[in-house]
């Protein structure tokens, strides 16, 4: 199994630019998610999809942020424009109808 | 300037020894509790799980105990190694879609 995998794993980008961060879940997993972690606030939920449908996306900061899944293997969490607060490790994760969810290695974004 | 952030609790502990890291979680009607390992520069990793109808759980090196009286949760590593070192965070699910996941516990084995 190759488990979730993310990229860029890492992204360095300017104040203002857009970014796109990548997540294929793991192939018959029906729910995923997007985290994002910091040393202020630690592991947050940022949205998530069942089906390829965001169910819940009350953790998403603001409009700035966006997440789509297009279909069951692929789905991208977009900045655009991106602040120097965005700066974190950004996690995806996806399960089966269990509950224990399978994380990904992450994707650390340095916004200047 | 002085940073602020989350100040997780450590646990230091000899290499060889066991290691009991606790969580108290927030929901009584959580049916599914898990424990998860991250690594520096990792994500994190599935260790041990448990459901609500059982109160311990045995892997290798590692057991899990529930008890649903005072919702407390803990993980024991039996002989301690170095590559346990890593943060450990519990999470709690009540049978929707999300887990809840508590601050993180630093475990650090000192050799």
């Known amino acids: 199994d190759a488990g979730v995998i993310q990229s860029p794993r890492h992204e360095v980008t300017e104040m203002g630019q857009e970014v796109t961060l990548r997540c294929k879940p793991i192939?018959?997993?029906?729910?995923l998610f997007w985290y994002r972690q910091t040393m202020m606030r630690g592991l947050e939920l940022l949205i998530y999809?069942?089906?390829?449908?965001?169910?819940?996306d009350s953790g998403m900061p603001e409009d700035r942020f966006s997440a789509k899944m297009p279909n069951a293997s692929f789905s991208t969490l977009k900045i655009q424009p991106s602040e120097p607060r965005d700066s974190a490790v950004y996690f995806c994760?996806?399960?089966?109808?269990?509950?224990?969810?399978?994380f990904g290695p992450g994707t650390r974004l340095t916004v200047t | 300037g002085e940073s602020v952030g989350l100040h997780l609790p450590t646990l230091s502990v000899q290499e060889g020894d066991n290691s009991i890291i606790n969580c108290a979680y927030s929901n009584s009607a959580s049916d599914y509790f898990i424990w998860y390992k991250q690594e520096s520069g990792k994500g994190p990793q599935f260790i041990i799980d448990i459901r609500s109808n059982m109160d311990k759980r045995q892997g290798q090196r590692v057991t899990v105990l529930l008890n649903k009286t005072v919702k407390h949760l803990s993980l024991q590593i039996a002989a301690t190694q170095p590559g346990d070192s890593a943060v450990y965070f519990c999470a709690e699910n009540n049978g929707g879609n999300k887990l809840v996941f508590g601050a993180g516990t630093i475990l650090r084995v000192k050799s």
């Open positions: 994760a996806s399960r089966s109808d269990r509950p224990k969810q399978y």
């Open positions: 999809f069942n089906n390829n449908v965001p169910i819940d």
């Open positions: 192939s018959g997993h029906n729910s």
